[in-house]
């Protein structure tokens, strides 16, 4: 990050403020990078940290809210499951698209209460589906982040949200990207196989 005197500050410290605000950008961008300082950096930089603020207020005050996509079964022709998809249904904004907040809950690591109350909404959902339809849904898929892999007890605490909810571990399906095995491949095969032997 790079901030120049006199035109971005006129003390040391503020210069190293600004700087560092640009080396932020400069992360952001991708590696073997370099930002210049610019004062909009500072404004995007205060709009981040409010919307990272709220995201820690969001989960308590009920502000994220579970969507549902088909999945369709073509040769039978007929629903066969559905797919689980965050929104946040934000005050006085309307609904923040996931591109805005999704990879924030993932660096604060916000991902992982958030994650485990998206797969108890979406244990609910499919008893209610289930309930309500003629058809039986077979299965709810949901998306695994890196981060809930971190803590120890992801394994547990499912088996604890399915046996909550009384579900059949058969009808959720968890998917993953090809990161969260890169980063730590012996504990994330472990992880994966104990979910499996669920």
């Known amino acids: 990050g790079v901030a120049l005197y006199p035109e971005n500050a006129s ?21 073997n990078d370099f930002q210049f300082y610019v004062e909009d950096m500072n404004i995007k930089a205060m709009e981040r940290l409010e ?10 005050r009920n502000e994220f809210e579970l969507c549902f996509q088909a999945q369709w079964d ?6 066969c499951g559905l797919e689980t998809l965050l929104r946040w249904r934000r005050p006085n904004h309307g609904v923040v698209g996931p591109d805005k907040f999704i990879p924030i809950i993932e660096e604060t690591g916000l991902i992982v209460p958030i994650g485990l109350w998206i797969i108890e909404e979406a244990c ?15 299965f ?15 394994v547990e605490n499912i088996k604890q949200i399915f ?36």
């Open 140 to 154: 709810i898929s949901i998306n695994l982040s890196g981060r809930q892999f971190t803590p120890p007890d992801l």
């Open 51 to 60: 919307l990272e603020n709220n995201l820690h207020l969001a989960l308590r």
């Open 163 to 198: 046996g909550k909810h009384k579900i059949d571990p058969d009808k959720i399906k968890f998917e993953i990207t090809e990161s969260i095995l890169m980063a730590n491949p012996i504990k994330s095969v472990n992880t994966l196989n104990e979910i499996k032997d669920l």
């Open 74 to 79: 073509t040769k039978a022709n007929k629903l």
């Open 11 to 31: 003390s040391g410290m503020d210069l190293l403020r600004n700087a560092d605000t640009a080396m932020y950008h400069a992360k952001a961008m991708g590696k």
């Open 124 to 138: 609910l959902a499919l008893n209610q589906f289930n309930k309500l339809s003629a058809e039986n849904i077979s």
